[in-house]
């Protein structure tokens, strides 16, 4: 079609740009204070300024309060273009996780490197690319002469759990009825894949407190450390091997998954046997069972071993989130979605579910349809974090098509 193409020129001709002002954004860090971060404030001002210097100028702010972020409160921010109902909302967050051990690095996380055709930085790729190619995407639908019903959504708080984003943007009825979302935050190397269906997620604390003691006399203590590594190795095996079922749709992860992640320092020195451990399992379970009923069954074998091992266990809920529906192939958004990278892409997509929490399954739960959809590497929450320009520039185009059409 003569339109894409133009879009497309439009696109490719802006990559020094895209490439410029997604470097700058990663430059300004956004870490939740949850994560010892001040919060997405400094970042959000960046990007109202980008949107207003790009001819985006119908910009709203939905700031979520939070006493302990910059400024008091988690900024998200919706840019409005035409006037037209319903609208086709595209949904990226401005936070990232912290860069974690900067010993991993090659490179500065927070200073963007470019070589060989790859952006290296902390949320380059999760979500920066995407972020950065919806908006010059909006912008080249603009300067091809159109003005379609877009709304562009950058939102706080999605690697925590979204209370301060979308959750947040959704509690004040920004959405109508017949609105449609785009999510661009998972996806495939080769972008053939869209996302219509998440797992439950269940972030876990699990906390041990036995008797601190001097480490040569352990027969007068309790050693939690012992007590949790037992527990630990235990609930991980018996998760797996009692919830295995497999969904196809789930790609390429079909069955549940139960991580032991984050560790808590306990004690300081090599010769005290700790008192306290405390360490979390982030579970990512198939829509077919029962989050609670999971939990049940994880703080009854804590009573167990807190019972053989003389330490207590207690399991508290730190982050949980219920699979809502699925999007429907058939729905509007999905169609349009696929439609758009076979005209630009020339490939066939397909309809999977996936293990990460977006913001989309919070659309879902709405009552709105969602597809998820990106090209990208995989490289979220890793050292050495980087997106592929080409792939922030070939999104770029599919979304310019899309909002067209």
Same mark, same amino acid.
């Given at each position: 079609m003569e339109a894409d193409r133009k879009l497309i020129e439009i696109v490719r001709s802006s990559e020094k740009e895209m490439v410029s002002s997604l *470097? =700058?954004?990663?430059?300004?860090p956004a870490i939740g204070p949850e994560s010892s971060g001040e919060g997405e404030y400094d970042r959000a001002e960046f990007l109202v300024s980008l949107l207003r210097e790009n001819g985006i100028t119908s910009i709203e702010s939905c700031d979520a309060p939070d006493k302990k972020a910059k400024k008091g409160r988690r900024p998200n921010i919706i840019a409005t273009l035409g006037s037209g109902k319903p609208f086709l909302w595209v949904i990226s967050h401005m936070d990232t996780v912290p860069a974690g051990d900067r010993s991993l690095w090659k490179t500065d996380p927070f200073n963007a490197l470019v070589k060989n055709g790859k952006l290296y930085g902390r949320g380059s790729e999760d979500n920066g690319q995407s972020l950065i190619a919806s908006l010059y995407a &909006?912008? $080249?639908? %603009?300067?091809?002469?159109?003005? !379609?019903?877009?709304? %562009? &959504? @950058?939102v706080s708080d999605e690697e925590l759990g979204s209370e301060k984003g979308i959750t947040y943007v959704a509690s004040k009825n920004k959405f109508a #009825? /017949?609105?449609?979302?785009? +999510? !661009?935050? $998972? /996806?495939?190397?080769? /972008?053939?894949?869209?996302?219509?269906? =998440?797992?439950?997620?269940?972030?876990? #604390?699990? #906390?041990t407190e036995g008797v601190q003691t001097h $480490? *040569?006399?352990p027969n007068t203590g309790v050693n939690a450390k012992v007590a949790a590594s037992r527990f630990l190795v235990f609930i991980r095996d018996y998760l797996y091997s009692r919830y295995s079922a497999v969904d196809s749709l789930f790609n390429p992860v079909p069955y549940s998954t139960f991580e032991p992640t984050r560790q808590m320092a306990n004690v300081d020195n090599v010769n005290t046997i700790p008192g306290t451990? =405390? @360490?979390?399992?982030? *579970? #990512?379970?198939l829509p077919s069972y029962n989050i609670?009923?999971?939990? *049940?069954d994880v703080r009854s074998i804590a009573e167990v071993f807190t019972r053989q091992t003389g330490a207590k266990i207690s399991v508290d809920v730190f982050r949980k989130s219920v699979a809502a529906g699925p999007t429907s192939k058939d729905s509007l958004i999905s169609v349009k979605t696929a439609e758009a990278i076979r005209r630009v892409r020339g490939i066939e997509p397909m309809f999977v579910g996936i293990g990460g929490g977006t913001c989309a399954n919070i659309v879902r739960s709405k009552g709105f349809q969602a597809a998820v959809w990106s090209t990208e590497d995989g490289? &979220?929450?890793?050292?050495?974090?980087?997106? +592929? +320009?080409?792939?922030? +520039? $070939?999104?770029? =185009?599919?979304? &310019?098509?899309?909002?067209?059409?």
């Open positions: *470097s =700058e954004m990663i430059s300004i &909006a912008r $080249a639908a %603009l300067q091809s002469g159109t003005t !379609p019903s877009i709304k %562009l &959504a @950058f #009825r /017949g609105d449609e979302f785009l +999510v !661009p935050d $998972a /996806g495939s190397r080769t /972008g053939d894949q869209i996302e219509i269906a =998440e797992k439950h997620s269940l972030w876990a #604390r699990i #906390r $480490a *040569s006399m451990d =405390e @360490f979390y399992i982030d *579970s #990512r379970i609670n009923k999971i939990l *049940s490289m &979220a929450h890793q050292p050495n974090e980087y997106s +592929v +320009v080409k792939n922030m +520039v $070939a999104d770029a =185009e599919v979304m &310019a098509s899309m909002f067209v059409s």
